[in-house]
């Protein structure tokens, strides 16, 4: 059992694809204790993973040798830029029992600034240190310090969008009245709350507090009256609105974009006001998400939306020429429902097909534990074969008894085909689904390079 201050160290960092690593190091009622976590970069953190236990030499030497094999160059994910941002910091230093003085690392004692804002709760203080200052009223809700007995109204009423099966239907949609059109975003889900007496928090979809940047918290301040919530995606951008999963470390602009009113002062009923209605008034209130955008501009933004046919036809051309992630229709009428509901229905405009070589094999877990979880893939790069990720999910247990046997008889070099949302800023697959074996001698694996599956050479998003 860990005492309530009881992160004694830390390390992490996040990789040019968006994707986060950290360790913590703990103290607990007989010594300490190391553990991992990781995260896309678009979603939640996984959860923490224990590594050891024992006197704080032992754990710290364990932490230090695990951190660094991650920040190793060629990885596909080397995680070597601070989580508040900066320049890359990296390979970490190897070996030792005691983390170093490095940016990517934190240990009792130094200062909180060295440390992500949403762990500073959690640190043990050396003696005569006072707690960092730039705290924020959510990261004090969420360490039991701030008004007692807050818990969110709304946070675990969330929407969410069932899918728009093809094209035609989209087509059809975009002429009729009854559906309008927004942007669907790339980051992460989340619900900002001003509250009656002016407390501003962030909810995750889980209904979880979240850590609430001082930035967003003065905005919220600023441009919402107290008794509102809105439901939007908090992500990284560059200037031309792309999000970091797509092209990296030159997505320096952190941004709320909030597609929905859940509740205002200005709607007497609610969640049963008329999606019209509620993003006419979120349009009213913040400014528009309009590429070029300034890193100093507004830190809420108006998702982008459209009403009428043509309009609806304009914004999708728009966001297919910056490749954005998709669009949501939603139904005009339609009240918010807090669930996945057909009113919400995506189209996810970057999924697409493509083959590409199977180079390995890992073992499932739970029910696939004793057959194949997921294939190593990957892409020609000229004369060399360059792995682009693991496909694992998508397969029918006959396929995967036909991918144990061609484990088993150590097959591998041939072609499978999958649907994804294409290659991450570092050359990975996105949200892969694997759909089928390719017969034997249909497709070479020789074929299936970079250009004629992405669209453009290894390395390309990576080049200045």
Do not use: N
């Amino acid at each position: 059992m860990t005492t309530e201050r009881d992160l004694y160290g830390f390390l992490g960092g996040t990789a040019d694809s968006g994707a986060r690593y950290k360790i913590e190091i703990v103290r607990t009622d007989t010594g300490y204790a190391a553990r991992s976590a990781s995260s896309s970069g678009t979603s939640a953190w996984t959860a923490m993973v224990p590594m050891v236990e024992g006197d704080l030499p032992t754990v710290t030497a364990k932490a230090i040798a695990k951190f660094a094999s991650k920040t190793v160059p060629g990885r596909d994910r080397a995680y070597t830029r601070p989580m508040g941002g900066g320049p890359t910091y990296g390979p970490f230093p190897k070996g030792g029992s005691v983390l170093p003085d490095h940016p990517l690392c934190w240990v009792m004692g130094r200062p909180l600034t060295l440390l992500p804002a949403e762990l500073r709760h959690r640190a043990i203080l050396a003696e005569g240190q006072t707690a960092d200052p730039t705290l924020s009223i959510a990261t004090a809700v969420a360490a039991g310090i701030g008004p007692a007995g807050r818990t969110p109204p709304l946070g675990s009423h969330v929407m969410l969008c069932e899918t728009i099966p093809d094209a035609a239907s989209l087509e059809l949609m975009i002429t009729l009245d009854q559906w309008l059109m927004t942007e669907k975003m790339e980051g992460d889900r989340i619900q900002a709350h001003h509250d009656g007496d002016g407390l501003v928090y962030l909810t995750t979809r889980s209904g979880e507090l979240a850590y609430c940047p001082p930035a967003l918290a003065a905005a919220m301040r600023a441009m919402t009256p107290p008794g509102t919530s809105l439901d939007g995606e908090l992500l990284t951008v560059d200037s031309q609105g792309r999000a970091q999963l797509y092209v990296g470390a030159i997505a320096t602009i952190p941004l709320f974009v909030a597609f929905d009113v859940i509740v205002h002062p200005a709607m007497p009923d609610g969640m049963d006001t008329p999606q019209i209605q509620r993003l006419t008034l979120l349009a009213s209130i913040l400014p528009p998400f309009i590429p070029p955008l300034a890193s100093d501009g507004p830190v809420i933004r108006c998702v982008p939306h459209a009403f009428t046919e043509d309009t609806k036809r304009g914004l999708l051309a728009e966001i297919r020429a910056r490749h954005g992630e998709g669009v949501v229709m939603r139904s005009a009428p339609s009240r918010y429902e807090g669930r996945r509901s057909h009113s919400w229905q995506r189209f996810c405009d970057r999924e697409r097909t493509l083959d590409a070589v199977v180079m390995g094999y890992k073992l499932g877990i739970g029910k696939f534990a004793q057959t194949v979880g997921g294939v190593e893939v990957g892409l020609f790069d000229g004369d060399t074969l360059r792995s682009i990720g693991w496909s694992g999910g998508g397969w029918t247990d006959a396929q995967r008894a036909e991918l144990k046997a061609r484990w088993d008889a150590g097959r591998d070099g041939y072609v499978i085909t999958m649907k994804s949302y294409g290659l991450s800023f570092a050359d990975q697959v996105i949200r892969p689904s694997s759909i089928c074996i390719r017969p034997d001698g249909d497709k070479r694996a020789r074929e299936c390079t970079f250009e004629s599956e992405v669209g453009r050479p290894y390395g390309a998003m990576r080049q200045p």
